[in-house]
């Protein structure tokens, strides 16, 4: 029977399973080789080799509300999209909150994950640790969750750079990037258009002789900022996915002709050729306006470097180049488990719902946080954490190796013809389909007919509003008491940021009312059918 379980990184998804560990009654030992809690959102001076690293600008995408832990409200001061600074700030809340802090031993590195001899009766995994004083030891788990993150190890492909190694600039990966010191007056080429691309272009053009951006596929392109002045993200419903999920095409022309109608992709040379939906969207509202205003212009790709210049594909040139900035992703990398646990199925790790290997003769082992979607990553991460431990403690039953992997084999297959995946994007998932289908498992997923029968003020919002983490503390294991009120009062945190100058509003007629009277029929009797057809508990593709 499982108890002990080794937890393997102390940020934002490592501190969510030492939390949910707890909760179902484990003894978590986190190993963190920092001397600190944060991940990636823990901003460092000085380069520290092997962790994930960010520069001094970075502002989260996803709003606050959208990436909260599932039972902890973000403070209702913090603003919807908070520096790197402040999520820290929120992770510490959280720590101190749930008392996570005594479980991380801080300062001590995995060197080696590997079953014990006895493994095929016990389950039990051997973990070797070094700290930072060199002090090594080895201890005995009955299980494993890995939450090490995937921004860790550079992409940084020079050998497709003919030149490179001659330019006479100075050159780098996005992972070394700080902040603007040294780029004063400088002409600077960014190669690759993600997030990272993007902000750190913006970020340098305000100090920049020049900034140039090379993008070899283009990008859709969306802002924090969304109708009315409120996150973008909060924007789209539990509801909007289930319409999305009958009419895809029309969804994605609808969206992709929304954001043309914001700035003109093709005329901006940013026009991808992927849809809207296949890739990660870099979100930036600032990228247009500093194209609009001359300080970033965009490039198709980079053919080859000579002397000082940077020759592109169309046959241009740009010279005097000071500084290249190598925007090109990261790749994942699990350097301390065996081998045989990271086998691929296609570019992806083959995982069972992206969490655990089929492989194994026990499912103590899972990889929690290596998921992307068009949503934030913390509520996937802990919603995985949720089903990974209750695996762990048998409570949730894995099918046959083979149904694992044949489920697998079918999730890739449809992943590759949605997404666009590659060695650096390999896997892809639709959001709030896939929180749904662990959720289901997990017994967490909210009963939306229930819900509309007997609190349709909260089912209305459960619904229709944003899909808040918060709605997977409305029952089953892990319920939280607190959880209706923080859905019905998401709006108010979202909206006192803003109150720093209130301005008197305009009397309005209250519509609810109406509108409640008029939906609240239909949405019942949808929620029913779709419930019948059981569409409502597998929206989930992968």
């Known amino acids: 029977m499982v108890q002990s379980v080794a937890v393997i990184g102390a940020g934002l998804s490592g501190l969510s399973c030492i939390k949910t560990c707890l909760e179902e009654g484990l003894q978590p030992t986190c190993f963190e080789s920092s001397c600190d809690i944060g991940g990636v959102w823990r901003y460092k001076e000085e380069f520290e080799p092997d962790r994930a690293n960010i520069y001094q600008t970075v502002v989260i995408n996803s709003s606050k509300e959208m990436m909260a832990y599932s039972d902890f409200p973000p403070p209702a001061e913090l ?16 720590a101190e909150h749930f008392k996570l802090l005594p479980h991380i031993h801080f300062k001590t590195a995995v060197q080696k994950v590997r079953q014990t001899p006895d493994f095929a009766l016990t389950g039990q995994w051997e973990v070797d640790t070094e700290k930072q004083n060199g002090q090594k030891e080895t201890h005995v788990f009955d299980a494993v969750i890995v939450c090490t993150g995937h921004f860790t190890h550079p992409h940084f492909p020079l050998k497709d750079f003919p030149g490179i190694e001659n330019f006479e600039g100075r050159y780098f990966h996005s992972w070394e990037y700080r902040n603007t010191n040294g780029m004063e007056g400088k002409t600077v080429v960014v190669i690759g258009i993600g997030n990272s691309g993007g902000d750190i272009a913006v970020d340098i053009s305000r100090v920049a002789e020049k900034v140039y951006v090379s993008s070899r596929s283009g990008a859709w392109v969306l802002g924090r900022v969304g109708p009315g002045g409120l996150p973008f993200d909060i924007s789209f419903s539990r509801m909007d996915q289930i319409w999305g999920s009958f009419f895809p095409t029309r969804v994605t022309k609808n969206v992709e002709k929304m954001l043309n109608a914001h700035f003109d992709h093709t005329l901006y040379g940013l026009q991808p050729t992927h849809h809207f939906f296949a890739r990660i969207p870099v979100v930036n509202d600032e990228l247009p306006a500093r194209i609009l205003s001359g300080r970033i212009r965009v490039k198709p790709k980079v053919k080859e470097f000579s002397g000082s210049s940077v020759v592109f594909d169309d046959g241009t040139i740009i010279d005097k180049v000071d500084v290249v900035i190598f925007a090109t992703g ?30 194994l003769a026990h499912p103590t082992l899972a990889v929690v946080g290596l998921i992307n979607a068009l949503g934030s990553v913390n509520p996937m991460s802990e919603m995985q954490g949720r089903w990974a431990t209750r695996v762990f403690k048998g409570i949730i039953k894995l099918p046959s190796e083979e149904t694992m992997n044949r489920e697998i084999e079918n999730e890739t297959e449809i992943m590759h013809q949605w997404f666009s995946c590659s060695d650096l994007n390999p896997l892809y998932v639709f959001f709030v389909p896939y929180l749904d289908s662990l959720a289901k498992e997990v017994g967490v997923l909210p009963n939306f007919l229930w819900l509309f029968l007997t609190d349709p003020r909260l089912a209305m919002q459960v619904l229709f509003g944003p899909c808040t983490p918060y709605q997977y503390r409305l029952t089953g294991p892990g319920r939280w008491s607190g959880a209706r009120q923080a859905i019905l009062s998401q709006w108010e945190r979202m909206y006192e940021p803003f109150k720093t100058r209130v ?20 949405t019942v009797l949808l929620c029913f059918i779709l419930y019948k057809r059981q569409l409502l508990p597998k929206l989930s593709l992968m």
């Open 330 to 359: 990261y790749n994942y990398n699990f350097p301390f488990l065996p081998p045989e646990l990271q086998n691929k199925s296609g570019y992806r790790l083959r995982l069972y719902r992206h969490i655990i290997p089929p492989s």
């Open 503 to 522: 301005v008197p509003e305009p009397e309005k007629k209250n519509k609810f009312k109406l509108k409640v009277s008029v939906i609240l029929p239909g």
């Open 79 to 94: 603003p919807n999209n908070m520096h790197h600074s402040e999520v820290l700030g929120y992770l510490r809340l959280y």
